[in-house]
């Protein structure tokens, strides 16, 4: 009989539980860049690390278990993750993007792969009209976040599905804000989720990392052979971290989510706070889509002040949360995504969006909540 395996257990343990020959606990770290042969012909399975590597392979599998996935590729950072997703096109075809997305997706799109000849759209994918509207003969993709970065918007994955298997498109999902635990993508119908591992996955804010999972074989078969030949894969190190990450990743985001649920109420009742962008607050936009396709609403979330000169005193005064790009940690940092992690995105895009001189960006982490909010509460003032 084989015993059934919750989310929460696989995490813990990875797919193998450790080390089947030693009995080690911890699954070792194979620090090795190359594999003897065991004679002509005869490979253990693992040859040259770029290729495979046990360690990779282990955090690879466990992903991909978590994700519901057939195979999960482990890359050296996200967006190298991204670009691999890139190079399953060529020269003329076309992909839509949500327009309110990570501003490293939105560069390899608009700047280095547009002088390669590949063309890409920005659209609301919030709404499935405009989506449709945007398809051409060409196009070969669509390519969403949700919730979105910075504003939290909402996509309804099944819906875009759904139009993806009307047009024979691929649909990729970045599911980095989520994470499994709280979002099935390629159970509502996407091709491939993205991650990046740098975040949630990790959750230590020490590690940088990309993943990409996918069911279809023809697909992974030719992802594999684009992570091998273009080589930006995750070093053994880096795997092991990730699996240590995922490991505790179901109790970091619960806690780290009711902590962000707590800060929204707090911002939301504070008076200098015009407006909180949490898909979590019963009363936001996405809150009633995002609850029919996840099971939680993550520890990100925007807000806009009022008054622009309290943005200078918040990035200055705050004591306990810290300055810094980047999400998904144990540790809160806060962002100014028009000069950091949005800077690269058109202004009329931006403006479009509200991603504006106004808005901050919160990754709440498991800290005490009322250390932060008081924190929050001492920057903004009276
Ligand atoms: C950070 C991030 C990326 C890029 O990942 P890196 O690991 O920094 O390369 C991609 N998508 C989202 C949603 C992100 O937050």
């Known amino acids: 009989m084989t015993i059934k395996k919750s989310f929460e257990t ?3 343990n990875g797919v193998s539980g450790g080390d089947r020959r030693t009995g080690a606990i911890s699954f ?21 690390s770029r290729a495979q ?27 190298a993750a ?29 700047e280095t792969y547009k002088e390669f000849g590949l063309e890409a759209t920005f659209v609301d994918t919030t709404d499935t009209t405009s989506i449709v509207e945007a398809i051409n003969e060409n196009t070969k993709a669509m390519f969403i976040e949700t919730p979105s970065n910075p504003m939290m918007k909402v996509t309804d994955i099944k819906a875009v599905a759904q139009i ?37 996955l990790g959750g230590h804010h020490d590690l940088l990392a990309g993943f990409i999972v996918a069911n279809d074989n023809n697909i992974i078969e030719r992802l594999r052979r684009i992570h091998m030949s273009t080589g930006a894969t995750l070093s053994p190190f880096d ?71 309290l943005i200078e005193k918040i990035l200055n005064n705050v004591k306990v949360i810290r300055f810094a790009e980047s999400l998904g940690g144990v540790e809160t940092l806060i962002t100014y995504p028009i000069t950091q992690t949005h800077s690269e995105i058109p202004e009329e895009i931006k403006k479009r ?26 920057a903004i003032g009276k």
């Open 353 to 378: 969006l509200g991603v504006d001189e106004y808005l901050l960006r919160l990754s709440v982490g498991i800290e005490n909540v009322d250390d932060l909010i008081n924190d929050l509460d001492n």
């Open 82 to 110: 991204i670009t691999a997703c890139i190079n399953l096109f060529k020269a003329g075809d076309h992909v839509i993007l949500s327009d309110d997305l990570y501003g490293g997706t939105y560069r390899l799109f608009s």
């Open 53 to 79: 590597n046990p360690t990779r392979e282990e955090t690879e599998k466990t992903l991909a278990s978590l994700e519901g996935g057939n195979e999960a590729i482990g890359f050296s950072t996200g967006v």
């Open 10 to 12: 696989i995490a813990v």
């Open 239 to 309: 795997s092991w971290l990730v699996l240590r990450g995922i490991k505790t990743l179901h109790i970091r985001l619960d806690r780290a989510q009711e902590n962000t649920l707590k800060v929204a109420k707090f911002l939301d009742n504070n008076p200098k706070i015009e407006k909180v962008y949490y898909v979590g607050l019963e009363n936001f936009d996405g809150y009633e889509l995002n609850k029919k396709q996840a099971t939680g609403f993550g520890a990100t979330l925007s807000f806009r002040v009022k008054d622009k000169s």
């Open 164 to 200: 993806a298997k009307e047009h024979d498109l691929l649909l990729v999902v970045d599911n980095t804000f989520l994470t499994p635990y709280y979002q099935r993508p390629l159970e509502l119908g996407a091709d491939i989720v993205i991650h990046s591992g740098t975040k949630f």
């Open 28 to 48: 070792p770290i194979y620090q090795s860049a190359t594999f003897r042969h065991n004679g002509l012909n005869n490979s253990t399975g693992y040859d040259y």
